[in-house]
């Protein structure tokens, strides 16, 4: 309540009856000296009850806000609704001060303006009733991280109308509620709870460089350790073929089935690879950029630059790996005089 200067703002309530007690003592009785300063005292009284009154639900929400239960929660959204509530009825009680009437004949004459009314507050209810369906809906809480066309960040606040989201480059912008709820965008929250982040790569092949395995390169395969299980077993099955007859009408293992396999016992082994996830390299449909190879996994980390030195890493091996299956990766031609990569 320190924080909120709630009893400062209870201070400045105190001296309104007072004012009240003393202004029958220096003006004539119902005079109209009387009534303005009565008027006066009554107006300073509402304002001084209304700050009072929000500095207290601002002091109860950044209580209940500590909650473990609150936590994520448009707390902020339901104290702007409090206060909006509470100057309202001040702004009446206000008005009926100065037009020297009662609240209820007050509010039957603005019937015909309550659609004015609505047109004004538009914004602030609508604005509500959208954060209430993202709380409800689970869809966007405090700490979320979330991207969309507007922000690529963490979520700060939750407010009436708009949701504050620091960006990874440190700048602060505030979403519109309504574009969340009738938009497209993405909740990163079960990255961070589940602790693993998707690996989704793809390197394109020379179509030129894949061919079927002969005997010689499954020798010189069946010395790799990450393959070698597999090698045996794809040369017992080509060993029970017929000898004579030509590979086209034959089950064939190509140099790329080979790296494939050895590609995703290389992620399934790497150490920063997450157990729990998703494990797979499959090939894609061909382009005039040649076949793509694509790496699907999930790493260990989400901590940014940890996870971008994984994908280098992984990628970067897999490329260098290349010259031992007899692949290539598709490059547009270049001047530059092509490397030969060593003998694994």
């Known amino acids: 309540m320190l924080e909120q200067r709630f009893f400062g703002r209870f201070a400045l309530m ?3 009856f ?9 003006f004539v009785f119902k005079s109209a000296s009387f009534f303005f300063f009565l008027a006066l005292a009554g107006i300073y009284q509402i304002v001084a009850i209304c700050l009072m009154l929000c500095a207290f639900v601002d002091s109860f929400m950044q209580v209940m806000s500590g909650r473990d239960s609150l936590k994520g929660k448009p707390v902020k959204s339901y104290s702007q609704i409090f206060k909006i509530i509470f100057w309202t009825i001040g702004t009446i009680l206000i008005i009926c001060i100065i037009v020297n009437k009662s609240p209820g004949g007050l509010l039957a004459g603005i019937g015909a303006f309550s659609a004015v009314l609505l047109l004004v507050f538009q914004d602030t209810i609508t604005g509500f009733v959208q954060s209430v369906q993202l709380s409800s809906n689970h869809l966007v809480k405090v700490g979320d991280w979330i991207s969309c066309e507007e922000a690529y960040g963490i979520v700060e606040e939750v407010h009436l109308v708009g949701v504050k989201v620091r960006n990874f480059d440190n700048t602060l912008i505030s979403v519109p509620v309504g574009r969340l709820v009738k938009g497209t965008f993405q909740n990163w929250r079960d990255v961070l709870s589940k602790n693993m982040r998707r690996v989704y790569r793809a390197i394109p092949i020379d179509v030129n460089t894949i061919q079927p395995c002969t005997a010689e390169m499954l020798q010189e395969f069946s010395h790799i350790h990450l393959v070698k299980d597999y090698v045996a077993a794809q040369q017992k099955k080509l060993d029970a073929q017929q000898p004579d007859a030509q590979w086209l009408n034959q089950n064939v ?8 396999i050895y590609v995703e016992n290389y992620l399934r082994n790497h150490p920063g690879t997450h157990p729990d996830g998703l494990l797979m390299v499959r090939q894609l449909d061909p382009e005039e950029n040649g076949l793509p190879l694509q790496i699907y996994c999930f790493t ?9 030195d994984l994908q280098s890493e992984y990628l970067n091996h897999v490329v260098a790996a290349m010259p031992a299956f007899h692949l290539r990766a598709f490059q547009r031609s270049s001047d530059h005089p092509s490397i030969s990569g060593k003998e694994f």
């Open 14 to 16: 105190l001296p309104s």
């Open 18 to 26: 007072f004012i009240f007690r003393l202004i029958p003592s220096f």
């Open 253 to 260: 293992v190509t140099n790329l089935d080979v790296f494939r």
């Open 300 to 308: 260990k980390t989400i901590v940014w630059k940890e996870y971008e």
